[in-house]
């Protein structure tokens, strides 16, 4: 029988797999934000369809990142993922991006069980430069017609560097939540 008082945990971050929900289906421009009091999702806003997400975007349970939100994951996938699913993922590496001023970091990761594309995506490198050229324009723009310059994408780091904030994010949660 199942139990079903278990929690989802970030997953085993020092093996380079995690837990993420999906908050946002690439493709999509309603911004969706989990609300933890209430445990739903919330629209948070319906943003401009040229700003629509290059990616999925989702969560890491039990976390909690500098922005007072959970520690945000992209999601590389041939397919737009539903919002509420959660997958278990392979840590690629990290964009380091500020948003008003504040860090609010990005975790990049593939499905753990992509037999399509994620077997042969290792790093953020095997991602290409356009990939990553995308994204950046995304989250340097996409608050532009509301907050010009609000958010800055600082950099990407691999692997290792976004275990290392995952980790302090779970701990932040830990102490604050």
């Not at 993922?81 to 609010?104: S, T, V």
């Not at 010009?148 to 994010?169: F, H, L, M, R, Y």
Request: proline content about 5%; hydrophobic content about 35%; glycine content about 6%.
């Amino acid at each position: 029988m199942a139990d079903f008082n278990q929690v989802l945990t970030p997953g085993d971050i020092d093996t380079g797999e995690l837990n993420t929900v999906v908050e946002i289906p690439e493709g999509s421009y309603l911004k969706v934000e989990w609300d933890r009091k209430r445990a739903a999702f919330m629209l948070d806003r319906v943003e401009p369809a040229i700003f629509a997400k290059p990616c999925s975007y989702g969560f890491i349970p039990q976390t909690l990142d500098e922005d007072g939100d959970e520690l945000d994951t992209l999601i590389v996938c041939d397919e737009p993922l539903p919002m509420g699913l959660w997958l278990k993922a392979r840590i690629l590496g990290i964009m380091n991006f500020e948003d008003d001023n504040e860090m609010d970091h990005k975790i990049v990761v593939v499905p753990a069980d992509d037999r399509n594309t994620g077997d042969s995506i290792k790093t953020l490198d095997d991602l290409g430069l356009r990939w990553k050229q995308k994204l950046e324009f995304h989250f340097n723009h996409y608050k532009d017609l509301k907050k010009p310059g609000s958010t800055n994408v600082i950099g990407w780091g691999d692997a290792e560097q976004a275990k290392v904030i995952i980790k302090e994010c779970i701990e932040r949660y830990k102490t604050k939540i």
